[in-house]
């Protein structure tokens, strides 16, 4: 979609420091970081939110699970959050489908 942030970063539009790439999907550091380690695993797809996963786009969800799975052991950390914010009252402020995974510290349940 041409006018999303997270579409002109996946494309390399838009510079991040990235974490990871392959033809699926894109992760990257997040720009606040909420801990110690904070990135966003995307699919390239622009897909919205978690509201427009259906059964046809499902098979990106896993993957980019798959992918967390990979660069967390690679990284060494084997306890980490993964969370999707969806639509504004949940706290989404980018409409692009994005995983955040945040490791490093302790965290509290439930969150705020
Ligand atoms: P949301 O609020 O939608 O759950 O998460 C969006 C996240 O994207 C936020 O944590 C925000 O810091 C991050 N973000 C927004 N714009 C950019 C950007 O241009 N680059 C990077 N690396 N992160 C961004
Ligand atoms: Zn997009």
Redesign the pocket.
Known sequence: MSDC??CK?ASEE?P??KVYEDEQCYA???????APT?F?VIPKAHIASALDINEGNSMIVGHCFAVIAKVAKERGFDSYRV???CGEQ??????HL?F?VLAGRDMTWPPG
């Open positions: 942030i997270f970063i838009i991040s420091k990257f550091y997040d720009l606040d970081p909420q904070h966003l969370v999707s914010n949940a706290g989404q402020s980018v409409f994005h955040h």
